[in-house]
């Protein structure tokens, strides 16, 4: 039982397919009342897998409401497992972005790490305990994979950017995905014009739908004084669209405030794109010897940026097919069976003593 489940996100088709195909019935909601009913039924054969609060939390009305939704869920999952239910939380980020009740969601935070069966992490196992003051009963490292195969094939470089209506002979700087405000697009914007300042002739390829909590008039209004060029199509791409995009970039610079685990650079190295990251531990770590990607200082985040499009290191034959190897050492079918293992190896442990795989 998957909670929320997002029709539309990828990223749970991935990681769910092995399992479907081993004959594990699979179903999910996005509707908190919906995933209650489905705490109260489950069995020990049942496996409730939490990928976000926001819909429980974010949920409420006002701090103590979104209080008492997150305790209510953390007391049905408490009885589910005394009957025998498992629990699987995957950490995806420090909390639900841009929360509105930080510390209800830190809350259930800490009750679905005391509860959970094993707590999937997609980068560090030490996260679990740095961020929830507890240390979990099982954690699984399982890291997101590429999206090899799930998007069609790259496409020439030109024949996308003649489809976007991009500039055919300047470096495309792309930000894709869902715009939200700790996603930082208005930084994005202020490393460019400091980046055509220092002499960058670039352009921006800016994709992806806005959130209402987004000024999105305040950002077109910024960029109809631009100075660089740009490519906006501010609205979700259609699957069928995303290899066009990435196809037309050069780079990808990720302006996020805040971030453990992005899809979006899995998906840049599927095509070859090299990133632009901001220099936080938990990245450092995971990304530091991989020649496709360079950190910015997130202290100077302007001069930061433009100093390293400046660089001209994405251009270079090297990054681009380092970031295909990666993309190619973590494909989605690899993923997906490890998660079908860890999921048959918790009822392998209920039902025959045996120890898991």
């Known amino acids: 039982m998957t909670f929320p489940e997002w029709r539309g996100n990828p990223y749970q088709r991935m990681l769910s397919a092995e399992a479907r195909d081993r004959g594990w019935q699979t179903r999910g909601t996005r ?17 409730l897998h939490v990928h976000s609060t926001a819909p429980i939390t974010e949920g409420g009305a006002d701090d103590a409401d979104a209080l ?5 869920v953390a007391g ?13 939380w995957t950490v995806h980020n420090e909390h639900p972005h841009d929360a ?17 069966s094993v707590v999937h992490v997609l980068g560090r196992p030490d996260v679990v305990e740095a961020l929830t003051g507890v240390r979990p009963r099982a954690v699984a490292r399982i890291p ?3 999206y090899l195969g799930v998007y069609g094939p790259r496409r020439r470089r030109s024949a ?3 489809a976007l209506g991009a500039k ?22 202020s490393a460019m014009e400091r980046a055509r300042t220092d002499g960058y002739r670039g352009q921006l390829l800016l994709a992806g739908k806005p959130s209402r909590e987004v000024d999105l008039d305040g950002i077109l209004g910024r960029l109809e004084g631009a100075a660089f060029p740009h490519t906006v199509v501010p609205a979700s791409i259609p699957d069928e669209e995303v290899a066009t995009w990435f196809s037309a970039a050069d780079v990808m610079v990720v302006p996020y405030r805040r971030v453990l685990n992005s899809g979006s650079v899995e998906l840049a190295a599927t095509y070859g794109v090299p990133c632009i990251l901001p220099r936080l531990p938990h990245l450092v770590d995971a990304f530091a010897n991989e020649a496709w990607v ?3 200082d997130i202290d100077d985040a302007d001069a930061s940026i433009s100093e390293l499009l400046r660089s001209g290191f994405h251009r270079s034959r090297h990054a681009r097919r380092s970031a295909r190897d990666h993309a190619r050492r973590c494909t989605p079918q690899m993923m997906s069976s490890d998660f079908a293992d860890l999921l048959d190896a918790m009822l392998a442990r209920d039902t025959a003593g045996d120890a898991p795989r």
């Open 294 to 296: 360079r950190f910015y």
């Open 68 to 72: 008492r939704r997150a305790e209510v």
């Open 31 to 47: 509707f908190c009342e919906a995933f209650l009913d489905e705490i109260r039924a489950a069995s020990p054969t049942t496996v």
């Open 100 to 116: 509105r009740f930080v510390d209800a969601a830190r809350r259930l935070q800490r009750e679905l790490c005391e509860l959970a």
């Open 160 to 162: 996308a950017r003649r």
């Open 168 to 189: 055919p002979f300047r470096d495309a700087v792309l930000f894709f995905g869902r715009i939200r405000p700790y996603k930082g697009v208005e930084l994005l914007l």
């Open 76 to 88: 049905e999952l408490r009885q589910a497992r005394e009957r025998g239910a498992h629990v699987v």
């Open 144 to 146: 997101h994979s590429s």
